[in-house]
């Protein structure tokens, strides 16, 4: 199936930096989702972007589809430690089906 | 808020036994999902439902696997042979427009 490569796998960053990642495949999406999942939870949709180029915030999160419409990045500015737990990136291409991405597991350091 | 919700939180089963997950999608919504998601792996897609039919299937979803709607507002997934690779997270997802909202999960044990 469709590979969506997210990177980094893991971060560990100190409370108040900022954090970025992102995730590529290679087909062009309709659609981008970033998620973020806690242990033993369903992921809770963050952001979803519709167009290439388009930029979305929510709070301190910001997310970009890419012109390419092959990527697609997250940034969460000013961390706190409730932002701790895992990001997934999904993708849409014209059918109803979304990949995943691998996950990128945040660590806040207080 | 409205929310998709997942019964039960968790299942134990023995080998080979059939097991049914329940889920009642946001209620205006229109496609319904199964996905499933291996312990410490990435969520995987199962399949997609809409006009009481399935859309696409991943090729995880062999014929051991089968949805159904039996009425208006439950989605359920039967595994009808369980097997020990069976265990995992399984997630139903809804959705109205290209946003899919998540259920809390129901997280099947294979004995």
């Known amino acids: 199936g469709q590979q969506l490569n997210q990177s980094p796998q893991s971060m560990f960053i100190q409370e108040g930096e900022d954090v970025s990642m992102n995730c590529t495949s290679s087909?062009?999406?309709?659609?981008w989702l970033w998620y973020k999942q806690d242990p033993g939870e369903g992921p809770v949709l963050l952001i979803a972007?519709?167009?290439?180029?388009e930029l979305t915030s929510n709070g301190r999160l910001t997310a970009q589809f890419g012109i390419t419409r092959k990527d697609s990045f997250l940034n969460i500015s000013a961390s706190i430690p409730s932002d701790v737990g895992i990001y997934f990136c999904?993708?849409?291409?014209?059918?109803?089906?979304?990949?995943f991405g691998t996950g990128t597991s945040l660590t806040v350091i207080p | 808020e409205p929310e998709v919700t997942q019964t039960p939180s968790h299942q134990v089963t023995q080998m080979g036994q059939e097991v049914i997950l329940r889920c009642v999608p946001i209620s205006n919504h229109l496609y319904f999902y199964w996905y499933r998601q291996i312990l410490g792996q990435k969520v995987e897609f199962l399949v997609s439902?809409?006009?009481?039919?399935?859309?696409?299937k991943s090729e995880i979803f062999d014929d051991q696997f089968s949805v159904e709607r039996p009425d208006g507002s439950n989605f359920t997934l039967k595994i009808r042979s369980t097997k020990l690779e069976d265990s995992a997270m399984y997630f139903c997802?809804?959705?109205?427009?290209?946003?899919?909202?998540f259920g809390p999960g129901t997280r099947l044990t294979v004995l």
């Open positions: 999904a993708g849409q291409e014209a059918g109803n089906q979304f990949y």
């Open positions: 972007l519709y167009k290439a180029g």
């Open positions: 997802a809804s959705s109205w427009t290209r946003r899919e909202f």
């Open positions: 439902f809409y006009n009481n039919e399935i859309s696409e």
């Open positions: 087909s062009i999406f309709n659609t």
